[in-house]
């Protein structure tokens, strides 16, 4: 079973292509992402993972106290 666990800082944005490419080189089984965004660039991440046949789960717990 192959792991890719990534942070793509801030959401990927006008990476998210090449971002999606690294991804399907590497061929996870299972795959984590951090630091992305919800909104349109979210929305746009979802469909390209989905579009490589990768399903997904989001978790976002905020941090107690507010932050860092």
Known sequence: M??????IR???GKR???IISAIE???ADVLIISEYRGGDS???L???LAAIGYMHATAAAPPAGGGN
């Open 42 to 44: 979210g929305e746009r």
């Open 2 to 7: 192959r792991l890719l666990a990534w942070n």
């Open 16 to 18: 998210l292509p090449a």
């Open 46 to 48: 979802r469909a390209a």
């Open 10 to 12: 801030q959401g990927g």
């Open 25 to 27: 080189r590497h061929e």
